[in-house]
């Protein structure tokens, strides 16, 4: 069983940027690969980015791919999303997500265990 808290969601102007956090609990958190969801008003919820279990490769939507970048610190059992030049079609609630796989892929149904999500909101 793993649990995980997502955290540092906010609102930020156009341009800016914001760092999430997702804190998994558990002592076998480099046995996951581990992914970021985001649903926006209206919308169903899409993958943003992922990460293989021991960190080094990682995949983004096309969306996001050269402003966000995904890693983790497998000592502190978390992974980061740093969002940078947001815009406000980036506004959503944020999701982290894991499997207990070397790779995540871009299917929210191969994932294990969700976090409970992070509003981010970008006003222009």
């Known amino acids: 069983q793993v649990q995980l808290v997502e955290s540092g969601g906010g609102l930020v102007q156009a341009g800016g940027s914001l760092r999430l956090s997702c804190a998994a609990s558990?002592?076998?958190?480099?046995?996951?690969?581990m992914g970021w969801f985001r649903q926006a008003p209206g919308k169903e919820r899409e993958f943003v980015a992922a990460?293989?279990?021991?960190?080094?490769?990682?995949d983004y939507a096309d969306s996001v791919k050269g402003r966000f970048t995904i890693s983790r610190d497998n000592a502190k059992n978390t992974v980061y999303l740093q969002m940078n030049s947001l815009k406000p079609e980036d506004t959503a609630v944020y999701y982290c997500?894991?499997?207990?796989?070397?790779?995540?892929?871009?299917?929210?149904?191969?994932?294990?265990?969700w976090g409970q999500g992070t509003q981010v909101t970008v006003f222009s």
């Open positions: 997500a894991a499997v207990q796989m070397a790779w995540g892929s871009r299917r929210q149904d191969e994932y294990d265990y």
């Open positions: 558990g002592r076998t958190f480099s046995s996951y690969a």
């Open positions: 990460i293989r279990w021991s960190g080094g490769i990682t």
